[in-house]
């Protein structure tokens, strides 16, 4: 049930993106009074599952879930439909159009994505608000897995700085420490300031993580028990909070965690404080072989104080402008990674396997529109790259023809328009193996 739900809110997500990309090149082509003969959601190669036609234009549904397009007349584009292009230009034809008109047609799709991105985060900011954890309110400072520990953090750090700049967000620590320039974290540590810097190395392993290696610290308190617990069975209640076992002191998540594993096999006493008075009581248990005590605890949510803020109607859409322009330039950051070798980031690049696995398994309209926004910025950023089968190709080629005064021949932009597509479809296929080999055979 959870895939079918993750499986329909992609299909749902990237069909809106998809629809409202192409209606800006369709609404822009009419504007120009271009003959739009086809306006497609998912392609449609020798079939399709639904269309109709109303006045020159087909509109339909393909079978092919792999985007949508608008098949514009006079234009070298997917299709590749040449044959068109042998007949003499007729004036309702793209190729007939002033460049300038031209190039409004082609961008109007990568814009159509970023305003509706940008018009998304300002409704959710009217609705929900903004919940973040200042980095200031993790007390109890950070924990860190063996990741973490390599780049050379400690469990209980405060994080002071990143990339030498102090961090109000502590969603944006794990960003801003991989996509900007210098890659150090600042840190307090019992009262001493250390700098640790990340090499390209430890930038490829951390690409790779499905989770990050930094996060807050927080106690270790039991919110509910998994089936057949030992745990419970032993004496352990709802709102237990362990602060020892066998009296070295454990009150937080990761210490306890790592006493657990230490000490699998092995019975062990536990201090516990309960209730609301927080009476302390021993219980000796007896730690199961794999380590775990077949409890579910309270998240650092539960313990660390959250920043909110409400936004009136008008005053959601400068934050919503404001955080598509960041949302923008993290994503490019985002390609300078995957440019560089050195780091392996072409191997956390991902298909729809991955973009599914993103959605919750159970139906959430915050994380919908949160992540239809995002992938609409993806969107708009993937298209305006200056490749031939994108929307950026023929946008470098416009912008030659302005500059230069003369357009490229047919031929030319036909050879362009299929090594484009050539080389699209390898970037498709890489993105599928990856997914294969993260998702299929690990």
């Known amino acids: 049930m959870e895939i079918a739900v993750r499986i329909g809110q992609l299909l749902m997500s990237l069909s809106l993106l998809v629809i409202c990309h192409e209606f800006g090149h369709f609404i822009f082509a009419k504007i120009f009074k271009t003959k739009v003969e086809k306006f497609y ?56 159009k002033p460049a300038w008109q031209r190039l409004i047609i082609m961008i109007a799709g990568v814009a159509v994505n970023v305003i509706l991105a940008m018009m998304i985060y300002a409704m959710m900011a009217f609705h929900w608000g903004s919940d973040y954890l200042p980095v200031e309110n993790c007390v109890y400072g950070i924990q860190v897995d063996s990741l973490g520990k390599e780049i050379g953090l400690e469990n209980g750090d405060k994080i002071l700085e990143v990339n030498e700049t102090k961090i109000e967000d502590f969603s944006k620590v794990f960003v801003n420490l991989l996509l900007n320039d210098p890659k150090t974290i600042t840190v307090d540590r019992n009262g001493e300031h250390k700098t640790f810097t990340l090499s390209d190395s430890l930038i490829a392993k951390l ?26 069975l032993a004496g352990f209640e709802v709102g237990d909070l362990i602060v020892a076992i066998d009296s070295s002191e454990c009150k937080f998540y990761d210490e306890v965690k790592d006493k657990l594993e230490e000490n699998k096999g092995k019975t062990s006493i536990f201090t516990i404080l309960r209730g609301e008075n927080k009476d302390t009581t021993l219980i000796s248990f007896n730690i199961p072989e794999n380590g775990k005590m077949g ?20 005053e959601s859409f400068p934050a919503g402008i404001s955080k598509g322009i960041d949302k923008i330039n993290e994503y490019c950051k985002q390609w300078k990674l995957i440019f560089n070798p050195n780091t392996k980031a072409y191997k956390s690049v991902g298909s729809f396997i991955s973009m599914a696995k993103i959605f919750p398994g159970t139906w959430d309209w915050y994380s919908f529109w949160n992540l239809t926004a995002l992938f609409s910025i993806m969107l708009a950023v993937i298209n305006i790259i200056p490749i031939p089968g994108l929307d950026g190709g023929h946008v470098m080629f416009l912008l030659y023809e302005i500059i230069v005064g003369k357009k490229p021949s047919d031929k030319f932009m036909e050879y362009a328009q299929m090594a484009g597509m050539i080389f699209l479809i390898l970037i498709m296929i890489l993105a599928i193996g990856n997914d294969f080999i993260r998702h299929v055979f690990n």
């Open 41 to 96: 959601l998912f392609f449609d190669p020798w079939f399709s599952i639904f269309k109709f036609k109303k006045g020159e234009t087909e509109y339909g549904i393909g079978w092919l879930p792999l985007g949508g397009y608008v098949k514009i007349a006079g234009m070298i584009d997917e299709s590749m439909d040449v044959e068109q292009m042998k007949n003499d230009p007729q004036p309702w034809e793209f190729r007939s």
């Open 207 to 232: 690409l790779n993580m499905e989770t990050p290696c930094i996060l807050p610290r927080f106690p270790f308190q039991i919110g509910d028990f998994a089936e057949e617990s030992e745990a419970k």
């Open 295 to 314: 409890v579910y605890t309270y998240s650092y949510a539960d313990f660390l104080e959250y920043k909110h803020i409400e936004y009136g109607f008008f």
